[in-house]
């Protein structure tokens, strides 16, 4: 199956908008063939902001002086309009050789036969030092079409300068629930006189539903591509974030809609918030920008609940495309990427810690404070027996905008947490074909 125009319109969402996106500024223009002096040029492609593309640079400098005759023709978006313009250029026939790939649009390229099957080339891409649950993330089946460009999780941060001048406790991050969650929550916000609530997160991240609903013993996707997860689970997380609000713990209904993306213009950071759910990959930012005393602890409810939620995961994966002009130079230059540890030396932890537990250990005296905290947390996650993360299936990507929608429904009493839940399940499985 190919990657046609009229797929690929109806998989970047692009009804209506056509296929005529241009490149401009710094991302996804294409490129011309050649390096110039007869060498060979890559085009790698990912999202992210300014920072990131300095240190994915100074990787590839690395590879460049071990590779001569290699170049890569590096461009980055923001993740907004990421995902449409890597399709546009699918859909021109001029794919990039090395692309970033979001974990809710695998499936959709792999199917239609748009990415290199990387158990093909065993051979050219070392994935022997990643342990069997970071190898699955990307695998379909017998196949493997990805590497985890780094591995994270999400856990809770908790603001200790907030904890000490409001006297409330910092809970055990090792066996703390829910329930401990809320009543912390409340004991911040009314020691404070509710100048800061004492947690705030939100009801329609993927990610935290996903471990909610494993610590109840179910799985939001199942390894065959179904939705997973009960109306009565749904109900239940809807009416937590209704209760700690209630409770005076959390914030009122919209709060969150005026503050940026970044770690600097979080509430975490503004001091209105105590604790919030973060990636991991996300540590030292959020530390700086919350002013350097944040704890990380592991989400609630993992020793409470009926079995584990958490999982190592990943920002996003390396994948090749099928098409690429230069398979052989594209593979070595993920391999340097995955397993060379002067690579993850140069870009840090920005895509999250790297995939390969070896090299993780190898460069984590170089890194600074805070990211040897975030390695250290992925390291123990890896070492404990905790569920699979499956392959997000096609549809995937539509059933989060409608969480996104029906969450705003809930938290603003326009439906019951009964009506959001049958609402999403309803609208779930008809994205997922069933």
């Not at 912390?184 to 990610?207: N, P």
Request: hydrophobic letters at 40%.
């Amino acid at each position: 199956m190919s990657l046609s125009r009229r797929n690929l319109v109806k998989l970047a969402g692009l009804s209506g908008l056509g296929l005529g996106l241009t490149a401009c500024g710094r991302g996804f223009g294409g490129g011309g063939d050649g390096a110039g002096g007869g060498g060979v040029q890559l085009n790698m492609v990912w999202w992210g902001d300014a920072s990131r593309a300095q240190k994915t640079q100074a990787a590839l400098e690395v590879f460049k002086k071990k590779n001569p005759g290699v170049t890569v023709k590096t461009e980055y978006q923001d993740s907004g309009p990421y995902k449409d313009k890597l399709a546009t250029r699918f859909a021109a026939g001029n794919p990039p050789d090395l692309m970033m790939m979001r974990m809710d649009s695998l499936r959709e390229y792999a199917d239609r036969g748009a990415l290199l099957d990387l158990n093909q080339h065993a051979g050219a891409v070392d994935l022997s030092g990643l342990s069997e649950g970071v190898r699955a993330l990307a695998a379909v089946g017998d196949k493997n079409y990805g590497v985890a460009s780094g591995l994270n999780s999400i856990g809770f941060v908790v603001n200790r300068t907030l904890t000490e001048k409001y006297g409330v406790r910092i809970p055990d991050g090792d066996t703390w629930s829910w329930q401990d969650l809320a009543a912390f929550a409340r004991d911040i916000s009314k020691a404070s006189g509710k100048k800061v609530y004492g947690t705030g997160f939100e009801a329609y991240t993927l990610a935290n539903l996903i471990v909610f609903t494993r610590q109840r013993g179910e799985d939001f996707y199942t390894a065959d591509g179904k939705l997973g997860i009960s109306e009565a689970t749904l109900v239940a997380w809807f009416e937590m974030f209704q209760a700690m609000r209630a409770d005076g713990g959390f914030p009122p209904a919209g709060f969150f809609e005026n503050v940026g993306g970044g770690a600097e213009q979080s509430y975490l950071a503004k001091g209105a918030i105590a604790s919030q759910i973060i990636p991991t990959n996300n540590f030292l930012s959020y530390n700086a920008a919350a002013g350097g005393n944040l704890v990380l602890l592991r989400m609630p409810g993992e020793t409470t609940e009926k079995r584990r939620g958490q999982s190592v995961d990943t920002p996003a994966l390396w994948s090749v495309a099928a098409k690429s002009k230069h398979p052989a130079e594209t593979l070595k230059l993920l391999n340097f990427l995955i397993n060379d540890p002067d690579a993850s030396r140069a870009t840090g932890t920005t895509r999250g810690v790297p995939a390969n537990a070896k090299v993780a250990a190898e460069v984590r005296p170089s890194l600074a404070a805070d990211d040897q905290v975030a390695t250290d947390y992925l390291i123990g996650l890896q070492k404990e027996e905790l569920p699979r993360a499956y392959t997000y299936p096609p549809g995937s990507s539509s059933i989060a905008s409608s969480l996104q929608s029906i969450a705003a429904e809930v938290e603003f009493k326009r439906q019951t947490p009964q009506q959001g839940a049958a609402a999403f399940l309803d609208a779930g499985r008809k994205a997922l074909g069933g």
